[in-house]
C-alpha cells in the first residue's frame, strides 16, 4: 500500500492533506513536534478509516527529523509522497514590530523551512530514484513568491525554500520522482493580518492530488483564492 508522509502535520491544512491521500488507499506518517497533536490527528483518520501513525520530531532537529522519516518508512514499506508544510510559512500571525529585520529571525525561518525541507528530502529520495517513482510536495506562503515586508523574514526563507525545489524539480526530470512547489496566497480558515483571502483546507487538499497523481511535470502550483 502506498503511503503519505506529511511534515508539519497539523488539524487543518496536514489533516485534508491525510484524508485525501488516504481515501485513495494511502498510509499517513504524520510528523510535527505536539505529540498530544498527533494523537489527536491519527484518531481522527482512524475514524474516516484510514491507516496512520504519529512519528513526533522538530524540523529544526535534523537528526530526529531523518529519524522519524525513516522510521516512518519502516513502519509502512517505504515514502511514496513527501509533503513538507513549514508552519512558519503558513504563520497568519503579524511578527513583532522588528523581528523581520534581525538576522536571527531569518536564520530561523531558514532553518525551519530550508533546511528542515532539505534534511526532508535527503530521508527519502534515495530510495524513490531507485525505485524510480515518487513525489516530494513543499508547501509556502504567498510571500515565496509575492514578498510581504510585515513579514519579510518568512518571505525570505519561504523564497529559498521556492527556488531550490524549483531547482530540484528541474534535477529530477526524466527520473519518474516529481517536485513540486505549491504556494498558498490565502489564509486556512482565518483572515490574515495583510488582507488575504481565505480558503478551506479541504479546498487547497486536491491540489496535493493533483501534482501527485495528474500535473507531473508542474514544478509549482500557486493557490489564489
Do not use: C
Amino acid at each position: 500500500m502506498p503511503s503519505i508522509a506529511i511534515v508539519g502535520a497539523g488539524p487543518q491544512l496536514g489533516l485534508a492533506i491525510g484524508r485525501t491521500f488516504g481515501s485513495q488507499g494511502f498510509d499517513v506518517a504524520l510528523i510535527s513536534r505536539n505529540r498530544d497533536r498527533l494523537d489527536d490527528l491519527v484518531g481522527k483518520l482512524s475514524a474516516d478509516g484510514i491507516t496512520s501513525a504519529a512519528f513526533p520530531a522538530d524540523a529544526l532537529d535534523r537528526d530526529a527529523l531523518a529519524q522519524a522519516l525513516k522510521d516512518a518508512a519502516t513502519r509502512f514499506g517505504g515514502i511514496d509522497v513527501l509533503e513538507y508544510s513549514p508552519a512558519g510559512a503558513l504563520d497568519s500571525t503579524p511578527p513583532s514590530t522588528a523581528s523581520e529585520t534581525e538576522p536571527s529571525a531569518v536564520e530561523h525561518e531558514m532553518n525551519v523551512q530550508l533546511y528542515g525541507a532539505i534534511t526532508a528530502t535527503q530521508a527519502v529520495l534515495p530510495a524513490m530514484r531507485e525505485a524510480g517513482a515518487g513525489t516530494l510536495l513543499y508547501t509556502t506562503g504567498a510571500g515565496s513568491v509575492r514578498p510581504v515586508p510585515r513579514a519579510a523574514h518568512v518571505s525570505a526563507a519561504s523564497a529559498a525554500l521556492r527556488n531550490w525545489a524549483t531547482n530540484l524539480h528541474k534535477e529530477l526530470a526524466g527520473t519518474g520522482v516529481q517536485a513540486a512547489h505549491v504556494a498558498l496566497d490565502v489564509t486556512i480558515g482565518t483572515s490574515s493580518f495583510y488582507g488575504r483571502p481565505t480558503a478551506t483546507a479541504d479546498q487547497l487538499s486536491p491540489v496535493y492530488w493533483d501534482l501527485h497523481t495528474t500535473h507531473r511535470d508542474e514544478a509549482e502550483r500557486i493557490f489564489r483564492g
